[in-house]
């Protein structure tokens, strides 16, 4: 997201909705590039539809993040910058306002036709982009490729759409290379470690293209995975969140830990973060909240920062070359 | 809480709860000060219970501060280094370990003997000492003082004992002057400005006793008000923690600025830090939340954080001499 686009926040959508509903309490949620723009957004809402607002400042990293002690407090709930996750009791309140953007994407396309070797080419994006993407296809298409954009599994809301934490919309069928669009790293370089296929980035914001080159992750991760190789106590960190909790997973490497003869500890917390994992003094972290945690704030943790299939790698249970990105997969 | 010191986290007691009540899934929760001594504690419980043990990875700073997502996942949880606080559904599931304490208190309160020049002495602590106020009165009393150790309310456990954000065992009686056995700063303080009373620190750890010196949180604290002066646009902060939650004030405090021709906006958020305010644009905050945030934090907030009390001084609404510490009462 860079400053000075413009995205959709579908205000007159909002509006309507809360006066079909007559909704006198609302919460609104926002991820932490768009808060700034909150108290506008509430201020408009209020004077519109005289609701009593409540805005959400807990850190808000995808759908799978929703403010559930605000949820708790409204009637209903818009939650910004995040497609539908999963249809669970709890999003039955939320409004998810996907602020998608109108940058054009056919420019940076054009360019990538060149630099494009395979024939058969996988769409891929976030959802601030994904109404762009036939915009994409029909251009590839003139110039003689071949495109295919999937649909992904149950957590994904639009074909072609990847997660942070899930990349099941580019596994789904065979394709020579990606074209990914978007502004991000993170995206691109899950998609290329999840299929080993070259994955290059078409960023519209700034019309430049550029390969997902994920050596220098491989790289972190290895050596996380070494630093582990003789740790003898592991903190098996979940969140509680409810889009993030994998308890049952955290149970089954505590027992796999055990059947090792290593000692390992469950954590539970909603925020993880470096800080308040300071005064737990174990060898090694195993993370089953949000993958991208152990990715993103590589170096930050006092003790190396896991996968649960890096922990499996430690404990020799899986090969250092099946390690791919964590994804947290629907149906 | 200094190193070293030996606190009592009656494992014993636990381990017999535990297999009295059958449970086989236990929370334990910390605060930060006792955090490190988690792994040892859950091992040794593991070990003579066979059960299931999570432990919070939560910030935790108070009996307020139960984790409500953790007692959700188990069917008991020991919640370690406060006294019970309220008797609300939430808490029938937990086990308060108070810690307490073994220091010995009488050779600092002998010291304190020379040093109090009043004649009625009320006698205040923590949780951590609360059983050792005995001992301190016998020794006053030894001495020709009055001593007084007062009930709180609703909210206070044992006579005597203050928290960081209630002081209401200090204020039910008249007295002299009061004497804190303690080492921290945050009580005596409140208590001298909650009783305009000079407070004596009587710390036991190191055997030294000092004056509780408010003079420079009022100065902090007129600075803060000083620069909200001219504020527009006020962030009311909230936290859905339920022991902290004051919605209702919040949405008072909001009024009150609408009378006032000020804009005011509600954020709600579990944890409140400096980071997680930084993306929020406003003049001041008012802080809702735990109390000690806007004394302990001071400076590190991208605006002014005020204490409710402090927004209606801003407002006009109340005198700066009336200027105290924020509590959360009970009845």
Redesign the interface.
Same mark, same amino acid.
């Given at each position: 997201m860079s400053e000075g686009e413009a995205f959709d926040f579908q205000l007159d959508r909002i509006i309507s909705v809360i006066k079909d509903t007559g909704a006198k309490v609302i919460?609104l949620q926002f991820p932490?590039g768009f &808060?700034?723009r909150?108290?506008g957004i @509430?201020?408009r809402i209020e004077k519109e539809t005289g609701s009593? %607002? +409540?805005?959400?400042?807990?850190?808000c990293f995808g759908a799978c993040d929703l #403010?559930v @002690? =605000?949820l #708790? &407090?409204v009637e209903i709930m818009f939650h910004f910058g995040h497609a539908h996750l999963d249809d669970n009791k709890l999003s039955q309140k939320v409004y998810f306002i996907e602020t998608r953007s109108d940058v054009d994407v056919k420019d940076v396309v054009k360019l990538a036709v060149n630099e494009l070797t395979g024939q058969k080419i996988g769409l891929i994006t976030t959802v601030q982009h994904v109404h762009k993407l036939e915009d994409a296809a029909s251009i590839l298409k003139e110039h003689g490729k071949e495109c295919i954009i999937c649909a992904g599994d149950s957590k994904i809301a639009y074909p072609g759409q990847v997660l942070g934490c899930n990349f099941s919309a580019a596994r789904k069928e065979e394709c020579d290379e990606y074209l990914y669009i978007g502004s991000g790293q993170f995206h691109p370089l899950g998609v290329s470690l999840a299929t080993k296929k070259r994955v290059l980035i078409a960023d519209p914001f700034v019309n430049e293209l550029r390969d997902a080159d994920n050596s220098r992750i491989l790289r972190q991760r290895s050596a996380a995975i070494a630093k582990s190789l003789d740790a003898e106590?592991f903190?098996i960190? /979940?969140s509680?969140k409810p889009g993030q909790e994998r308890?049952a997973l955290a149970?089954e490497l505590k027992s796999m830990a055990k059947e090792h003869g290593k #000692?390992a500890? %469950? +954590?539970?917390?909603? =925020?993880?973060t470096p800080d $308040? =994992?300071l $005064? +737990? &003094? /174990?060898d090694a972290f195993v993370n089953t909240a949000c993958p991208r945690l152990a990715i993103d704030e590589v170096g930050r943790f006092h003790s190396p920062m896991l996968t649960p299939m890096e922990f499996e790698i430690v404990l020799g249970e899986k090969q250092w070359e099946d390690l791919v990105f964590d994804e947290i997969t629907g149906e």
């Amino acid at each position: 997201m860079s400053e000075g686009e413009a995205f959709d926040f579908q205000l007159d959508r909002i509006i309507s909705v809360i006066k079909d509903t007559g909704a006198k309490v609302i919460g609104l949620q926002f991820p932490e590039g768009f &808060k700034r723009r909150s108290p506008g957004i @509430a201020s408009r809402i209020e004077k519109e539809t005289g609701s009593v %607002i +409540f805005i959400s400042g807990n850190p808000c990293f995808g759908a799978c993040d929703l #403010d559930v @002690a =605000l949820l #708790d &407090k409204v009637e209903i709930m818009f939650h910004f910058g995040h497609a539908h996750l999963d249809d669970n009791k709890l999003s039955q309140k939320v409004y998810f306002i996907e602020t998608r953007s109108d940058v054009d994407v056919k420019d940076v396309v054009k360019l990538a036709v060149n630099e494009l070797t395979g024939q058969k080419i996988g769409l891929i994006t976030t959802v601030q982009h994904v109404h762009k993407l036939e915009d994409a296809a029909s251009i590839l298409k003139e110039h003689g490729k071949e495109c295919i954009i999937c649909a992904g599994d149950s957590k994904i809301a639009y074909p072609g759409q990847v997660l942070g934490c899930n990349f099941s919309a580019a596994r789904k069928e065979e394709c020579d290379e990606y074209l990914y669009i978007g502004s991000g790293q993170f995206h691109p370089l899950g998609v290329s470690l999840a299929t080993k296929k070259r994955v290059l980035i078409a960023d519209p914001f700034v019309n430049e293209l550029r390969d997902a080159d994920n050596s220098r992750i491989l790289r972190q991760r290895s050596a996380a995975i070494a630093k582990s190789l003789d740790a003898e106590v592991f903190g098996i960190v /979940v969140s509680t969140k409810p889009g993030q909790e994998r308890m049952a997973l955290a149970e089954e490497l505590k027992s796999m830990a055990k059947e090792h003869g290593k #000692d390992a500890y %469950i +954590f539970t917390m909603d =925020l993880v973060t470096p800080d $308040q =994992l300071l $005064q +737990f &003094k /174990v060898d090694a972290f195993v993370n089953t909240a949000c993958p991208r945690l152990a990715i993103d704030e590589v170096g930050r943790f006092h003790s190396p920062m896991l996968t649960p299939m890096e922990f499996e790698i430690v404990l020799g249970e899986k090969q250092w070359e099946d390690l791919v990105f964590d994804e947290i997969t629907g149906e």
